[in-house]
């Protein structure tokens, strides 16, 4: 379960991306199989009791999250090589912005605009098809 502070390349990225909506981006050994996940500050209230809470509190302040990365993911590692060979690639922006919709899927969190997430996936999907029918 530890967990790894230092800097790795795609945490400032990432960090810029999303300072919106995160307190901090850290890469981290606890994750095995996917490639992100968010994390409560500490103190923080967990994402469940939070929706129960915002149905009788309507002055129930924002908590930003933390979201760990997983550097052994392909899809990480994948954004690192992307980063370094190509930085001002125009798709960057969209794959960090779906890395932080699929860690908000993951624990039950509703996404601020599904059908937004749900264009990118499908065109996601549709560029991997292509490219497997190209290389047959």
Do not use: Y
Not at 45 to 66: A, F, G, N, S
Request: proline fraction near 8%; hydrophobic fraction near 40%; glycine fraction near 4%.
């Amino acid at each position: 379960d530890e967990v790894i502070d230092e800097p790795h390349h795609p945490d400032d990225r990432i960090r810029l991306r999303l300072q919106d909506q995160l307190a901090e981006v850290r890469t981290s050994t606890r994750l095995v199989d996917s490639a992100a996940c968010l994390v409560m500050a500490e103190g923080g209230i967990p994402p469940h009791l939070r929706r129960i809470l915002r149905q009788t509190r309507e002055d129930l302040p924002e908590e930003k999250r933390l979201l760990e990365i997983n550097p052994s993911h392909p899809a990480i590692q994948a954004l690192v090589e992307l980063l370094e060979k190509k930085p001002d690639h125009p798709g960057i922006d969209a794959w960090i912005d779906d890395l932080f919709a699929q860690a908000r899927i993951a624990e039950g969190t509703p996404l601020e605009d599904p059908g937004a997430f749900s264009r990118r996936f499908t065109s996601l999907v549709a560029e991997s098809v292509k490219r497997a029918l190209e290389a047959s």
